[in-house]
């Protein structure tokens, strides 16, 4: 069984740049939901993604948006990038409509934004 | 009401002693309470999960415990290993089928620290 991977591993950008995060999810997993964690913090909800569809988002901007591709995987997208964007940015799939919400998490992004 | 409100902030055991984390929740359509541990540098990683229809829930090392009046819940480690030394998050998500579903909502992480 194959974990959720997320690329790139770290990524510097400068402010009011875009930047595109990639996640591929857990095989037999068809949902994919994106969290953003500020250091020192607990994961904060950006969004899910179900049926290549946001299904629930966050306390986030437009600016931040997403895909999802058939095979399940997701991008996430960041516009007008500022300081406060810096963070690790998590990606977890799970299985929809599964009693539990279990959600399984990647490695991770990091994103600096100088 | 959405807030998940964890403490302590920060822990130091001796091996072998008992940590315990605790979190409390106001949205009483969170039916979903699971524990992650997170290493440096990594994602988190699911540890246990408990719902309200049981008030305990053991697996090896780990208990989670749920108070539903209290709308209160903890994670007990036993026999804490210095490789326990993590950060821990509890976590709460609503019903099946609601428009939130899908979301956990976080608390703010208590730094575990086991001494050898």
């Not at chain 1, 799970?94 to 959600?103: G, L």
């Not at chain 2, 007990?76 to 490789?83: A, E, F, R, V, W």
């Amino acid at each position: 069984e194959t974990g959720v991977t997320q690329s790139p591993t770290h990524l510097i950008k400068t402010r009011g740049q875009q930047v595109t995060l990639r996640c591929s999810s857990q095989s037999g997993h068809n949902t994919v939901s994106w969290y953003q964690q500020a250091l020192g913090q607990g994961p904060q909800f950006i969004f899910q993604y179900y049926r290549e569809e946001e299904n629930g988002r966050g306390n986030f901007p437009p600016r931040f948006s997403g895909l999802q591709f058939p095979n399940y995987s997701s991008e996430l997208n960041v516009n007008a990038l500022e300081l406060d964007d810096s963070a690790l940015y998590l990606c977890a799939s799970s299985r929809a409509h599964a009693r539990a919400n279990e959600q399984f998490f990647g490695p991770g992004t990091r994103l600096t934004v100088l | 009401q959405q807030q998940v409100k964890q403490s302590p902030q920060s822990l130091i055991v001796q091996k072998g002693g008992i940590s315990i984390i605790n979190c409390a929740y106001e949205n009483t359509a969170f039916d979903y309470f699971p524990w992650y541990q997170q290493f440096p540098g990594k994602g988190p990683a699911l540890l246990i999960a408990i719902r309200p229809d049981v008030s305990e829930k053991k697996e090896g090392r780990f208990t989670i415990s749920f108070n539903k009046s209290a709308k209160q819940f903890s994670l007990h480690i036993m026999d804490s290993q210095p490789g326990d030394s993590a950060t821990y998050f509890c976590a709460a998500s609503p019903l099946a089928g609601g428009t939130s579903y899908g979301k956990l909502t976080f608390g703010q992480g208590t730094i575990l620290t086991v001494h050898p």
